[in-house]
Structures are given as C-alpha cells and as structure tokens.
C-alpha cells in the first residue's frame, strides 16, 4: 500500500485565499483524522472521522476552518479565508477499525506546510 | 488534566550513548502510551508502546519505562545511533467505558546523534 497521501507537500498563500488540503487515507482504514503541527502547540489533533462521519471536531479551531470526507478514500481540510497564524503543518493519518492508535496505529502522511503571508 | 508534558525539548547524545525522553500525565484514566519517531518531512510513525499492566516493554534498542504511582513513562534509546537522530512525541489516551479517546501527543523532543 502507497501509505496516506497527502496534497499539495507545500502551499504558500496569502492572507484571505481559501485554502484546501486533501488527502488520501489507506484502503480499508475506517478512521481519518487532521492534526495540525506547530513548534509552540506541537501535534493537536484538529477533526476526526468513522466511516466517513465526523465524530469529534472539537479540536478546529474556528468557523475558518471545515473538514469533509465525502467517501473512504478522501478527505478535505479547508481553511476560508486564510491568516497567517494558520501557517504550519498539517497532518492526516488513518487507522484501521479500532481507531484513535488504541488497537491499531496511526498512519501519517507526510504532511501539508502551509504558509500564509 | 489532558495534556502529556514531554522533556527535554532537544537533545543531543554521542554515538553509542543513551537517550533518555520523558513524559509525565496527570489524567488517571489514560491506559495507553505509544511513542512516535518522526523524521524531517515525514508524518510521525509508531515506535513501541505500553499498557500500564507492565513496568518496561523492550524492543530491540528502545525500551518504554513505566511509573504508574508516579504517572510517569519513558523512553530509552540504547547505543543511540545517528539514524537514531529524528523528534520523538510521547502520546496517551483513554477507554472511557468502551469509547475510544483520542491520543493526546507531547510537545516533542528533538533528538540528535553525533558520530
């Protein structure tokens, strides 16, 4: 398996443009979550979803920020409009039923840097 | 009471030294402690990881020490190498009555090998 596929690696945008990330999660993982990376607040996990239903989105930080997974093979995270305070990296992983790393690991992209000017 | 306190932030060890990261919790319900290794420009990825129900867990050169009493964990790094050199994030979380928690991750710790 190619693993979690994440696009664009790099976004630079500037402040105000809306911004999608998408991704790919492994085949057959029912879990898909969106983390954001940065060195003063480290990994924060941001929304959560089960069968492609969000569970848990407690973690987006604000109405700027929605996440969608219409099928198992694809998410979005999009952020309308952009701020510089939004620049880091975000992340998407999967795991198979068990979810949330308990009975099965995460499985990370390899991330989306964004930056916003 | 959710968060997992990490240290140190850096970290730097000679080859063939031991690398010691630290993590502390306060939340009595956490159950589960993984760490993940996480290399430049690439997602973190599961290392090892512990049940409370024992005090070590040993994996090759990384080994997971566990203080329930003192709601501590940690993780050594035996001979550290320098393709041992990446930041490593300690994580919990909790079965509450049969509801998975999410993983609550630390902060990270940058760990670098010198030859």
């Known amino acids: 398996d190619a693993g979690v596929i994440q696009s664009p690696r790099h976004e630079v945008t500037e402040m105000g443009q809306e911004v999608t990330l998408r991704c790919k999660p492994i085949?057959?993982?029912?879990?898909l979550f969106w983390y954001r990376q940065t060195m003063m607040r480290g990994l924060e996990l941001l929304i959560y979803?089960?069968?492609?239903?969000?569970?848990?989105d407690s973690g987006m930080p604000e109405d700027r920020f929605s996440a969608k997974m219409p099928n198992a093979s694809f998410s979005t995270l999009k952020i309308q409009p952009s701020e510089p305070r939004d620049s880091a990296v975000y992340f998407c992983?999967?795991?198979?039923?068990?979810?949330?790393?308990?009975?099965?690991?995460?499985?990370f992209g390899n991330g989306t840097r964004l930056t916003v000017t | 009471q959710q968060q997992v306190k990490q240290s140190p932030q850096s970290l730097i060890v000679q080859k063939g030294g031991i690398s010691i990261i630290n993590c502390a919790y306060e939340?009595?319900?956490?159950?589960?402690f993984p760490w993940y290794q996480q290399f430049p420009g690439k997602g973190p990825a599961l290392l090892i990881a512990?049940?409370?129900?024992?005090s070590e867990k040993k994996e090759g050169r990384f080994t997971i020490s566990f203080n329930k009493s003192a709601k501590q964990f940690s993780l050594h790094i035996m001979d550290s190498q320098p393709g041992d050199s990446a930041t490593y994030f300690c994580?919990?979380?909790?079965?509450?009555?049969?509801?998975?928690?999410?993983?609550?991750f630390g902060k990270g710790t940058k760990l670098s090998v010198k030859p």
């Open positions: 085949s057959g993982h029912d879990y």
């Open positions: 992983a999967s795991s198979l039923v068990a979810g949330t790393g308990r009975n099965s690991p995460l499985h």
């Open positions: 939340n009595t319900a956490f159950d589960y």
């Open positions: 979803f089960n069968n492609n239903v969000p569970i848990d």
């Open positions: 994580a919990a979380s909790a079965n509450y009555g049969g509801s998975q928690g999410n993983l609550i």
């Open positions: 512990i049940r409370p129900d024992v």
